[in-house]
């Protein structure tokens, strides 16, 4: 079964990935007596987490997502994210990706671009 996959999504997960593989931070710290002493500052791991999660090529579990993952999804913004959390937390796990629709600003437009990319 083929997957699409958001552009905006894919175009993030490669971001990510390449800023993981390259961000490296270097300073010259030069204390008083005049010796030079070179620090490497890696930050590669809050990079990997943030990859990591958006890399997930696969379809986004509804009834598991944080924010961050589903406002990778085409049309979902923070403030639809936040409202999909808040139905989960009052009404228990969707049983089916249509319920999505039951969700506040969430209707048929918003669902034929997600439904692909969601699943229970």
């Known amino acids: ?3 699409k996959i958001g552009y905006k999504r894919l175009i993030l997960a490669l971001l990510f990935l390449y800023l993981s593989a390259v961000v490296t931070v270097t300073m010259v710290i030069r204390p008083s007596v005049g010796r030079s002493v070179a620090v490497s500052n890696t930050v590669t791991s809050a990079v990997s987490s943030a990859a990591l999660s958006s890399a997930n090529t ?5 009834n598991t997502a944080t924010a961050e993952q589903l406002i990778t999804l085409d ?3 923070p ?3 936040a409202n999909i959390i808040a139905y989960r ?12 629709m039951n969700v506040s600003g ?3 437009a918003t669902y034929e671009k997600i ?6």
């Open 115 to 120: 439904k692909d990319n969601i699943c229970v």
């Open 58 to 62: 696969g379809p986004i579990n509804i």
């Open 89 to 100: 937390s009052q009404n228990g796990d969707f049983l089916d990706i249509s319920e999505i």
């Open 75 to 77: 049309g979902i913004g």
């Open 106 to 108: 969430i209707g048929e």
């Open 79 to 81: 403030e639809k994210a």
């Open 1 to 3: 079964m083929k997957h």
